[in-house]
């Protein structure tokens, strides 16, 4: 039985950072496809970042430059490295794990979801 669950998310001030984190129990993130989304009050959940099992990264253009997504593989965690966060980027964030190895898109088919963790930007 897999579990993610995610942590880190909190509140900060416009221009501060966030590191957000993701354990997958019965899970192996190096052989899959990973990634992050969000979703904001009202709006529908958009994709933020992926990974594929080889390491090659893909971002939303609303993040490029200011999030970074990774793998440890040691520690089988992922995370997302927020920097200059915006109001805009408040959010419910979550972390989903492929069963396939590679992701060409947002769309995570038959994938292990978490519960969220919050993300609260004031100006």
């Known amino acids: 039985q897999v579990q993610v669950v995610e942590s880190g998310g909190g509140s900060v001030q416009a221009g501060g950072s966030l590191r957000l984190s993701c354990v997958a129990s019965?899970?192996?993130?190096?052989?899959?496809?990973m990634g992050w989304f969000r979703q904001a009050p009202g709006k529908e959940r958009e994709g933020v970042a992926r990974?594929?099992?080889?390491?090659?990264?893909t971002y939303a253009d609303s993040v490029k430059v200011r999030f970074t997504i990774s793998k440890d593989k040691a520690k089988n965690t992922l995370y997302l490295e927020m920097n200059s966060l915006q109001p805009e980027d408040t959010a419910m964030y979550y972390c989903?794990?492929?069963?396939?190895?590679?992701?060409?898109?947002?769309?995570?088919?038959?994938?292990?979801w978490g519960q969220g963790t919050q993300v609260t930007v004031s100006s």
């Open positions: 019965g899970y192996t993130v190096s052989r899959y496809c």
């Open positions: 989903a794990a492929s069963t396939k190895t590679y992701c060409y898109t947002f769309v995570f088919e038959n994938s292990y």
């Open positions: 990974i594929t099992s080889g390491g090659s990264t």
